[in-house]
């Protein structure tokens, strides 16, 4: 894959790559490990409205031009529902009831949908490979959110006994990230819309105040003790997730994200829940069950597929053509030679 980042130094360009990735798996990390002495919604708006604030006072200081006109707000409205709203409410919801690193791993099953709508809407090409990315992924997050009990039931034949339970469902925390991941991966593919009527980086900075605010409300009306509990740790943990893991992450991403191909990029988010697995058992000492386990594998190499499918394509390409021509080059051989050469008389 071949990604430049403008106006940065060649050097500069992997760490900027990685970086987004890096700082949203540690700070899964460090929301978890805040989250017993907080409230879900409290903490989304603490990881948006401060590190938008942070954004646009980057912004002014870069002398970023601010959004103008109807279109801009717009858009950039939609965006804030989208992957400020809505990403960080599921987000903060679910990871009250999944671990950081598994809930990584949901989120970040955002290349699939990303790939989808990058195909349809920017004429982004999937290919057989990236295609049959899609297939590993969809499985792969199956068996990551789907209950142990309903996997084994099926595979041992007696599906009838299934107990299905839409509100078990949601309440296992895994499927409150996947829609977080689907509400990423929509507002992720409107930052191309974004930025064709306001600069990347304000809007960043704009959509997480917009889309902050409203959690905040929302925490006002429905939880309580929302800081009353909270430790040095604890806020050095949500401080930790809104500089690094919002402003900081947010800003390089989408900025990134504006002119790059979306679905080579964004694909890099396998590194995301590996950082988050990484330092969940590290800190946290979270562990997986075995079929989640195989989920995550099946997931990293769907995303791995859909990254780099230009080059396996090309790869596959080049070994099939190189097994053909030697072929040909074989058949073209009189026979008389081929005998010679097996000494027959």
Same mark, same amino acid.
């Given at each position: 894959?071949?990604?430049?980042?403008?106006?940065?130094?060649?050097?500069?360009?992997? +760490?900027?790559?990685?970086?987004? +990735?890096?700082?949203?798996?540690? @700070?899964?990390?460090?929301?978890?490990? !805040?989250?017993?002495?907080?409230?879900?919604?409290?903490? !989304?708006?603490? /990881?948006?409205?401060?590190?938008?604030?942070?954004?646009?006072?980057? =912004?002014?200081? #870069?002398?970023?031009?601010?959004?103008?006109?109807?279109?801009? *707000?717009? *858009?950039?409205?939609?965006?804030?529902?989208?992957?400020?709203?809505?990403?960080? $409410? +599921?987000?903060?919801?679910?990871?009250? /009831?999944?671990?950081?690193?598994? $809930?990584?791993?949901?989120?970040?099953?955002?290349?699939?949908?990303?790939?989808?709508?990058?195909?349809?809407?920017?004429?982004?090409?999937?290919?057989?490979?990236? @295609?049959?990315?899609?297939?590993? $992924?969809? =499985?792969?997050?199956?068996?990551?959110?789907?209950?142990?009990?309903?996997?084994?039931?099926?595979?041992?034949?007696?599906?009838?006994?299934?107990?299905?339970? *839409?509100?078990?469902?949601?309440?296992?925390?895994?499927?409150?990230?996947?829609? !977080?991941?689907? %509400?990423?991966?929509?507002?992720?593919?409107?930052?191309?819309?974004? %930025?064709?009527?306001?600069?990347?980086?304000?809007?960043?900075? #704009?959509?997480?105040?917009?889309?902050?605010?409203?959690?905040?409300?929302?925490?006002?009306? #429905?939880?309580?003790?929302? #800081?009353?509990?909270?430790?040095?740790?604890?806020?050095? @943990?949500? !401080?930790?997730?809104?500089?690094?893991?919002?402003?900081? =992450?947010?800003?390089?991403?989408?900025?990134?994200? %504006?002119?790059?191909?979306?679905?080579?990029?964004?694909?890099?988010?396998?590194?995301?829940?590996?950082? @988050?697995?990484?330092? $969940?058992?590290?800190?946290?000492?979270?562990?997986?069950?075995?079929?989640?386990?195989?989920?995550?594998?099946?997931?990293?190499?769907?995303?791995?597929?859909?990254?780099?499918?230009?080059?396996?394509?090309?790869?596959?390409?080049?070994?099939?053509?190189?097994?053909?021509?030697?072929?040909? /080059?074989? %058949?073209?051989?009189?026979?008389?030679?081929?005998?010679?050469?097996?000494?027959?008389?």
């Amino acid at each position: 894959m071949s990604l430049k980042i403008a106006k940065f130094p060649a050097i500069l360009s992997p +760490f900027l790559l990685i970086a987004p +990735f890096f700082f949203w798996g540690t @700070a899964m990390v460090a929301m978890k490990g !805040a989250i017993p002495q907080t409230t879900p919604l409290f903490m !989304a708006g603490v /990881r948006l409205v401060p590190a938008g604030a942070l954004v646009l006072g980057a =912004a002014a200081l #870069w002398k970023l031009p601010q959004p103008k006109g109807k279109k801009a *707000w717009l *858009w950039i409205g939609i965006f804030a529902l989208l992957d400020g709203l809505m990403f960080q $409410g +599921f987000l903060a919801e679910g990871l009250v /009831r999944t671990g950081a690193g598994l $809930g990584s791993v949901m989120i970040d099953s955002q290349p699939i949908a990303i790939a989808l709508l990058s195909s349809f809407l920017f004429g982004e090409v999937i290919g057989v490979w990236g @295609a049959l990315g899609l297939i590993v $992924g969809v =499985a792969g997050i199956s068996l990551i959110g789907l209950p142990d009990e309903w996997i084994v039931t099926t595979l041992q034949g007696s599906i009838g006994n299934v107990a299905f339970s *839409w509100q078990n469902l949601f309440n296992n925390g895994q499927w409150l990230m996947l829609l !977080a991941a689907l %509400s990423m991966a929509t507002g992720t593919v409107s930052i191309r819309y974004v %930025s064709r009527y306001a600069d990347p980086v304000v809007a960043t900075g #704009w959509h997480m105040i917009l889309g902050g605010i409203p959690l905040w409300m929302a925490s006002y009306f #429905w939880e309580s003790n929302q #800081w009353a509990n909270l430790d040095f740790n604890g806020w050095m @943990a949500l !401080a930790y997730a809104t500089l690094f893991g919002s402003a900081i =992450a947010y800003g390089i991403f989408f900025y990134i994200a %504006s002119s790059s191909n979306l679905t080579s990029f964004t694909a890099l988010t396998f590194l995301t829940p590996i950082f @988050a697995l990484l330092f $969940g058992n590290l800190l946290l000492s979270e562990v997986l069950t075995k079929i989640q386990w195989i989920g995550v594998i099946l997931t990293l190499v769907s995303i791995y597929l859909i990254n780099q499918r230009e080059q396996i394509g090309t790869f596959w390409k080049e070994l099939t053509t190189s097994g053909e021509s030697v072929k040909s /080059r074989q %058949s073209d051989v009189p026979q008389s030679l081929k005998s010679m050469s097996e000494g027959k008389p």
